[in-house]
């Protein structure tokens, strides 16, 4: 992999709804950390995402403790509260803009979330100034199809520089990844289990919420 020698600080955001946050995020976050050489990763859930107006997410809020509670034991991930904190829509070139301007100009950042999501971010229109500003690493299920990132001619970086003005992606394949928040919602709406897909204190907290029924 193409992975530019490290001089600087390296952070990891993790953009998601997280609804719920689940074992194949951890899984996610987790490998990002060890294979980029992160000294952080920054789990940052939506607060309105832009893209979403067919399904109602749960509370911002309850999304964002339910983030807290399955990062609380890795001393490398932290949990913003930045893009629900912020009015209006979430826009990933709002956030990272955010995290540029507190870490400067040496840092490197990564903006790490799923693959189908990252096609979604660089066909919006500042996507030019969000690529200035960080790489991104798009986590795939086993078998994802790379052709749309092919027809955009944003086709990975394993081997060769992207052109100039083309956003840098990183593809990372995560077998944990067949886990998904859709699938979990269903399982608690059917009344099957959850555990050992969600951390514990995730599931407890589903549960005791009544989240999902
Ligand atoms: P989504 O459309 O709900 O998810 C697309 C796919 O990616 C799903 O399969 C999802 O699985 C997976 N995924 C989502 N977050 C992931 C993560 N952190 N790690 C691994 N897989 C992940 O995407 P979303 O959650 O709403 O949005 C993802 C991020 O992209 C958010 O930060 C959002 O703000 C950003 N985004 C920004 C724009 C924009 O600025 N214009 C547009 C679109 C998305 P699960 O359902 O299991 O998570």
């Not at 490197?108 to 200035?132: H, P, Q, S, V, Y």
């Not at 970086?157 to 052109?163: A, R």
């Not at 394949?173 to 979990?184: F, G, H, K, N, V």
């Amino acid at each position: 992999m193409l992975l530019p020698e490290k001089k600087s600080i390296r952070i990891g955001i993790m953009g998601g709804t997280f609804d719920p946050i689940h074992n194949g995020h951890l899984v996610t976050a987790e490998e990002a950390l060890v294979q980029f050489e992160l000294d952080k990763v920054f789990f940052v859930p939506t607060g309105y995402p832009p893209h979403k107006e067919e399904r109602k997410s749960l509370d911002p809020v309850e999304r964002y403790l339910m983030t807290v509670i399955a990062t609380a034991s890795n001393p490398h991930f932290e949990v913003s509260k930045i893009e629900i904190d912020r009015k209006g829509l979430s826009f990933t070139v709002d956030t990272v803009r955010e995290f540029r301007k507190n870490y400067g100009a040496e840092a490197e950042i990564f903006f790490i979330t799923g693959a189908d999501a990252i096609l979604e971010i660089i066909a919006w229109k500042n996507a030019d100034k969000l690529a200035e500003m960080c790489k991104f690493i798009a986590a795939t299920r086993p078998g994802y199809c790379l052709k749309k990132f092919e027809e955009l001619h944003v086709l990975p970086y394993e081997n060769k520089e992207p052109e100039p003005g083309k956003p840098k992606i990183y593809m990372m394949e995560i077998p944990a990844l067949a886990i998904s928040s859709t699938d979990i919602r269903k399982r608690v709406s059917h009344k099957y289990p959850i555990r050992y897909l969600v951390p514990e204190g995730v599931a407890n907290y589903v549960l005791k919420r009544g989240f999902y029924r």
